[in-house]
């Protein structure tokens, strides 16, 4: 179902953390801002969120100021949580709780690799069928065997929570999310403005 043309622009929150990987922020942002300059009236209101609002060093020394913090944000349509080195994050109650109350206010929630980690500590998965970074799949399994995880693929859309595999195919499954947000169209002309190659 695409969203009536008169409507709001979604806000899409890209959850970023120190040693987050780049692109899987970087990517995802790249596809919602790219499919804003494409539409009219721009259908998505996308930015980065940290537990402070303060910066972070990303994977590689990437340094990123994000524009909110757990305290700042407009509310969430759709929640994306990013993979990296993720876990110093996984022992923060706090981040586990907003990640959690946040998801059950947004309409969607999405991971890209190992993500996935963070939304199944924070009991937002609990026994979808999702995905993950190909080396991550072992582990995944192990911590949280009541996961379907589905391997070579590079996402899986289980309804209200869609995850990815690792760091490019972030950018797949925000072109999906375009898709299923706004429309097929938009999605394939985000797809070629990025040079991206990319079939719904």
Not at 105 to 128: H, I, K
Not at 142 to 149: F, W
Request: charged share 15%; with cysteine; glycine share 6%.
């Amino acid at each position: 179902m695409g969203m009536s043309v008169s409507s709001a622009p979604l806000n899409v929150a890209i959850f970023v953390y120190d040693q987050a990987e780049v692109l899987d922020f970087a990517g995802p942002f790249e596809v919602f801002s790219t499919a804003n300059r494409l539409a009219s009236p721009s259908p998505f209101c996308v930015f980065l969120v940290s537990e402070t609002g303060e910066a972070i060093t990303a994977r590689g020394g990437f340094g990123v100021i994000p524009k909110f913090s757990f305290n700042s944000h407009p509310p969430i349509d759709l929640l994306i949580v990013v993979g990296g080195v993720h876990t110093a994050e996984m022992n923060k109650p706090k981040v586990l709780n907003w990640i959690l109350n946040t998801a059950t206010d947004a309409s969607l929630t999405a991971s890209v690799c190992t993500g996935v980690f963070l939304l199944a500590a924070a009991g937002v998965v609990e026994s979808q069928m999702v995905t993950t970074h190909w080396e991550d799949i072992a582990d995944l399994r192990l911590a949280y065997p009541q996961l379907t995880v589905k391997e070579n693929s590079p996402w899986v859309d289980a309804g209200a929570i869609v995850t990815s595999a690792g760091i490019s195919a972030g950018i797949a499954m925000s072109l999906h999310l375009v898709r299923r947000l706004h429309s097929t169209e938009l999605a394939l002309k985000t797809a070629r403005q990025m040079e991206f190659d990319w079939q719904p």
